[in-house]
Structure formats: structure tokens, C-alpha cells
């Protein structure tokens, strides 16, 4: 599985941007797929995951009520809608595939990662 991120750059306090990962591979439908980020100086951190169908989702204390994630299954997409950004979102963010068809919370489950984008917000 390859997986391609984009959608990150700049923004403004309050701003939405809309994050894309697309994957190859033909096991994309079955399995859980996540976000995460990584800002300078910290460590990777879990931001919102989706389960196999996109019935059920898990978010990050740090993000509930702002970012959505979904997924598309016949475009091989996973989402991540950023709405109400601050600048404590600011990080690169990265997208991965679990290692089963539920939704994951850390990092340890997830066994392909894409390249990560940048999203940086400004106040």
C-alpha cells in the first residue's frame, strides 16, 4: 500500500482546509485508515481514525467537533476536513493504514504511512 497526502498550507486562525490522502493497493476498502501529526519538537501524535467502512470514527480530545474524517472507498480516499483551525494544529500531518478493519488509536497498529503534508495556521 502507497499512500499520497495532500491538501496542507497555509491558513489562518479559523480557517478550514481539507486534508486528502489517496492509497494504492486493492486492501485500502478493508481496512482502518488514520491521521496524525507531528509538530516541531513533539512527537507524533493521533489526531482522528475511521474504520474499514466509515461507519465509526474516533477523534482526539485536541480536535472533537473540528475535524471530520471520512473516506472514500471507491477512490481509494481518506479525508480530513479541518474546520476551526488554530495555530496549535500547526504540524505535518500524516495518514496511515491500520493493520486491521477497525478504527486505531495508536501509532503501533498502523503499518503504512504516507509522506505527510504541512498545515501551518498563523493567529
Known amino acids: 500500500v502507497q499512500l499520497q497526502a495532500s491538501g496542507g498550507g497555509l491558513a489562518q486562525a479559523g480557517d478550514s482546509l481539507r486534508l486528502s490522502c489517496a492509497a494504492s493497493g486493492r486492501t485500502f476498502s478493508s481496512l482502518g485508515m488514520g491521521w496524525f501529526r507531528q509538530a516541531p519538537g513533539k512527537e507524533r501524535e493521533f489526531v482522528a481514525t475511521?474504520?474499514?467502512?466509515?461507519?465509526?470514527?474516533s477523534y482526539a480530545d485536541s480536535v472533537k467537533g473540528r475535524f471530520i474524517i471520512s473516506r472514500d472507498n471507491a477512490k481509494n480516499t481518506v479525508y480530513l476536513q479541518m474546520n476551526s483551525l488554530k495555530p496549535e494544529d500547526t504540524a505535518v500531518y500524516y495518514c496511515?493504514?491500520?493493520?486491521?478493519?477497525?478504527?486505531?488509536?495508536?501509532?503501533?497498529?498502523?503499518?503504512?504511512w504516507g509522506q505527510g503534508t504541512q498545515v501551518t495556521v498563523s493567529s
Open positions: 496511515a493504514t491500520a493493520t486491521s478493519s477497525q478504527l486505531q488509536v495508536r501509532a503501533w497498529a498502523y503499518a503504512y
Open positions: 475511521i474504520n474499514w467502512s466509515g461507519g465509526v470514527t
